[in-house]
């Protein structure tokens, strides 16, 4: 959907007094804004994750969307997208580095088991994006599941921060306004609170309380000359009190009245001195979004009161800022609002039905439900999962809309940001207009665009990877002029470049794989090569710290069970350990099992049963049928309801969230590791979820193996030799080499079968006769030299062998007979050495570093993520189907979904053998950056 400028004169007086060149204020304002958006493009990005919960062991499955400029459009400015998984303790995990094409990438972050469990967040960006601040970055809470290292009962003490916010900027004396207000707790999270507002003077002017998420309004009418502070508490803590904004003696307010339907009211209010002064004055209002001006007005001040109407048709989804300008072009007041039209795409998913059975083969089409559309274009990706399985907090979930329609415009956290963007209703809307009078917004500064001063562009937009460093001799002065050859031996790639007259170079364009070892060569002018090579290092940002990640969002508006979180459950035992560990004789111990103490037990202060789930798992099927059978005191009545002892039973928490009762029955006993009731709550720990599921485990026969204690042999496992490490004539170790400045001066007769001739390595039996007895000439072919699987041909002028230094060498593997130098053909037709240098866990140095002049170094280059393709079973085949039960909650997963002609897609798969709520979730952005989400279940029995 396009738009148009609105723009109203109220006054027919043209603005001159003390104009920029003379030009009409608001058509300055117009084209200043468009230059500045044309000229300094924002990017934002988005990443679909295929679920909101993830277990150790899990992949996380990504797609990104880089958009730009005014109407989220995927971006073609930026080619490259860094994506990092950072840990509760503000350490980056892991780091992807990918290629955008048109806006778009996609790939995967393993969650390794040895991660500790809490809230973790993904960080993405580009480097365009980091010219604005770490605030502008995608950066999205996820939970990942398990037991925590250790539990305790102990807490920080609450601490309640408030912060007052006048409805468009500041309290004015006279002037009845709004004054929002936030609490937060030293968790960063919303905190209820309640008190009073009262003056210098001890009297109350106004009684406060929380209505959403700490936030909070109330009205006041300021006095010139006096103070307000506010009296609150908050759970568990003394009454404190907080100082509100100081009282101006004159000015405007802005305020803005966003309930009606079609219309956003704007309304101007001078106080009696302010208008005294400034009555038959012109002043401004205009109102933008991501750079584009949609409405603009002059005004002239005749009266106290101005009331502007805005149809909200003429604005786009997403927040509007409306800004009121003096008469001299200088921005007074701000307020922003949120606009939610019906504007974005409306994807479809056909075919889908109500119910499947484990196994059962899905499918569905993609389209559009809008009569007028020919159908979908741009990019879409889906993700399936088992929502009984893997819960997901639709509040708190990121979604393709509540990110770059409403938190990538924000100033700090949002606390469940979706649930403004669901179930639409007007206590919803009141909650929005309140997080728009707390939160700041960020995307631009009118006196920076009406200056038209280019702003300081530090970091340049990238569309290729590139390696940058200095040559240098050993005294530390710069290599003017000098060759350096850059080879990357597993992408089979090579190329070279020149330094410049301060010895710098930089080799770009590269397109050159993740975790890539490249090998950088530099020779003088002069071919010298007693130089040093130094690497320039990434520049990444850095990590805001935010001390309060290490929890889950607790907020009042998630269930008992999400509120305790994740961190009270056990420790995740060991994967397959009956493969991995000896079997003991069994031992009986009699005794009373202690139970766990924990959050849910009042750590050890409430009593607490534990099922028996080995004969529960033997006797029963059900759950639900099973529970009142196997637990004194506990009654089932029907409909999936329980009362125990005393007390009905209102509590269902499985793997740490709060379910229904009807979830019970989604779980086979034998998937289940413990069933705990205290007082009115079951507690269900699947072993999944504690971390002792064998189930994908095999059980191999046991074998005895006796053999005498033989030399230990050394690890060639990092070796490049094509037949395997090892597998050779000779095998040299690095350790066996010492007292040589460069490796040639030790290799000279430690190699049975070669000599070195003019400075090159023969096999002697490739000489010619006339020459092997004098070991002069040379006329066959040199052994080749093949360094981390780089191949040297010594025939070309350089020999890698005359620069390296011993102590980076971890083994030598001579080649010499037929059997061993078949693989690699006529480029080992005279024999091959296959050195291996050293690694970081050898004791000694990396790799040949820039502070030894052999001009020749290896760099473990970060290059483009290879994305993997996730699996997905197909059970259409009976013959070949696994009888292992697929335990799967990730169901399916597609990124890339191919559009026919008519803008359509079919997509298929298999459920797994796990019943449940399967939840089916759809986002993309069409080619004019219209955006689309389609969320659907169906149930798997």
Not at 127 to 136: F, I, V
Not at 263 to 271: D, L
Request: net charge neutral; glycine share 8%.
């Amino acid at each position: 959907m396009r738009v148009f400028l609105l723009i109203v004169f109220f006054s027919l007086s043209l603005f001159t007094a003390k104009a920029q060149s003379r030009e009409h204020f608001l058509t300055h304002a117009d084209s200043a804004l468009n230059n500045y958006a044309r000229n300094y493009p924002a990017e934002s990005v988005y990443l679909h994750l295929n679920r909101p919960l993830y277990y150790r062991g899990d992949t996380i499955w990504y797609k990104a969307y880089v958009v730009g400029g005014q109407y989220h459009q995927l971006s073609a400015l930026s080619g490259i997208l860094y994506v990092e998984l950072i840990s509760p303790k503000d350490s980056v995990v892991s780091r992807q580095v990918l290629k955008l094409r048109a806006g778009i990438s996609w790939s995967e972050l393993f969650v390794e088991n040895k991660l500790a469990p809490g809230t973790y967040h993904i960080r993405a960006y580009t480097n365009w994006m980091r010219n604005q601040g770490p605030e502008y970055f995608y950066d999205q809470r996820i939970m990942i599941a398990g037991a925590p290292v250790s539990a305790s009962s102990q807490s920080l003490a609450e601490k309640t921060d408030v912060q007052f916010f006048p409805e468009g900027g500041g309290l004015v004396a006279g002037i009845r306004s709004r004054v929002a207000f936030k609490a937060i707790n030293n968790k960063g999270l919303g905190t209820e609170i309640k008190g009073s507002v009262v003056d210098n003077d001890g009297n109350v002017v106004a009684d406060i309380s929380t209505q959403h998420l700490g936030m909070g309004v109330f009205a006041l009418t300021p006095q010139a000359g006096k103070t307000y502070r506010a009296r609150i508490t908050a759970p568990g803590e003394t009454s404190q009190s907080f100082d509100l904004p100081r009282v101006s003696d004159a000015g405007f307010c802005l305020s803005v009245d966003n309930r009606a339907q079609d219309s956003i009211y704007v309304k101007i209010a001078a106080n009696d001195k302010l208008f005294a002064s400034y009555q038959n004055r012109n002043f401004y209002l205009a109102a933008q979004m991501r750079g584009k001006l949609y409405y603009a007005t002059e005004g002239t001040l005749s009266a106290p009161v101005f009331v502007a109407r805005v149809a909200k048709q003429r604005l786009p989804s997403g927040i509007v800022q409306f800004t009121l300008f003096s008469d001299r072009g200088e921005p007074l007041n701000e307020r922003i609002a949120f606009v939610l039209n019906d504007d974005t795409l409306k994807l479809k998913v056909t075919g889908l039905e109500k119910t499947y059975s484990t196994r059962g083969k899905v499918a569905i089409g993609l389209g559009s439900s809008d009569a007028e559309d020919d159908g979908l274009t741009g990019s879409y990706s889906v993700s399936v999962i088992n929502e009984t399985r893997v819960p997901a907090d639709e509040n708190a979930e990121g979604t393709i809309f509540n990110h770059l329609l409403l938190t990538s415009d924000l100033k700090g956290y949002i606390q469940q940001p979706n649930y403004y963007f669901t179930n639409n209703t007007e206590q919803k809307q009141a909650d929005l207009d309140l997080l728009m009078l707390t939160q700041g917004y960020r995307k631009f500064e009118w006196r920076k665009v009406l200056s038209e001063s280019p702003p300081v562009i530090t970091y340049k937009s990238e569309t290729s990877l590139q390696i940058a460093g200095v040559i240098k001799t050993p005294s530390g002065k710069p290599v003017p002029n000098g060759n350096v050859i850059l080879t990357s031996p597993k992408e089979n790639f090579i190329t070279d470049t020149t330094a410049d007259a301060d010895g710098a170079f930089r080799f770009s364009a590269l397109n050159l794989s993740d975790t890539n070892k490249v090998i950088l060569r530099a020779r003088k002018e002069n071919k010298g090569g007693n130089v040093n090579i130094f690497i320039q290092q990434p520049d990444y940002p850095e990590i805001s710290k935010t001390g309060f990640y290490a929890e889950p969002d607790t907020s009042s508006q998630l269930s008992v069970g999400m509120k305790n979180g994740l961190t009270e459950h056990r420790q995740q035992q060991m994967q397959d350990s009956l493969q991995k560990g000896r079997r003991l004789k069994e031992v009986v111990i009699k005794g009373n099992k202690v139970p766990k103490a924990d959050r849910y037990n009042g750590y050890g202060s409430v009593p607490e049963y534990d099922v028996d789930m080995k004969n529960m798992a033997v006797n029963y099927s059900v759950i639900t049928q099973a529970l009142s059978s196997v637990i004194p005191g506990l009654t089932y009545l029907g409909n999936n309801k329980f009362r125990y002892e005393n007390g009905a039973v209102q509590h269902f928490i499985i793997d740490g969230f709060e379910r229904s009762a009807d979830d019970l029955d989604f779980f086979s006993p034998k998937e289940v590791e413990s069933i705990r009731i205290i007082r009115n709550t079951i507690v269900l720990t699947t072993k999944r979820y504690a971390g002792t599921d064998t189930t994908s485990a095999v059980q191999l026969k046991e074998v005895s193996i006796v053999a005498k204690k033989g030399r230990n042999k050394p690890d060639l496992s990092h070796s490049s030799n094509l037949m395997g490490g090892g597998h050779a004539d000779h095998v040299i170790m690095g350790d066996d080499l010492s007292g040589c400045p460069f490796l040639i001066d030790c290799l000279t007769g430690k190699i049975a079968g070669a000599t070195f001739q003019d400075g090159m390595l023969y096999r002697i039996r490739d000489l010619p006769k006339d020459q092997i007895a004098k070991a002069q000439g040379g006329a066959g072919s040199p052994m080749a030299i093949i360094v981390d699987g780089v191949r040297f041909d010594q025939r070309s002028g350089y020999n890698p062998l005359k620069e390296m230094n011993t102590s980076d060498i971890y083994s030598i593997e001579v080649l010499e007979s037929g059997a061993y130098t078949a693989i690699y053909g006529s480029n080992a037709g005279g024999g091959a050495l296959i050195v291996t240098t050293r690694r970081g866990g050898e004791n000694k140095s990396n790799y040949p570093s820039s502070n030894r002049p052999t001009g020749l170094i290896m760099y473990p280059f970060k290059g483009f993520h290879k994305a993997k393709v996730f699996y997905s079973p197909k059970y259409d085949h009976p013959q070949t189907v696994s009888n292992a039960f697929d335990s799967r909650s990730a169901i399916y997963w597609n990124p890339d979904i191919a559009l026919d002609d008519q803008g359509k897609a079919s997509i298929g798969y298999f459920n797994a053998d796990t019943r449940g709520i399967y939840r089916v979730v759809v986002e993309g952005i069409d080619a004019d950056g219209n955006l689309g989400r389609a969320v659907y279940r169906y149930k798997v029995e």
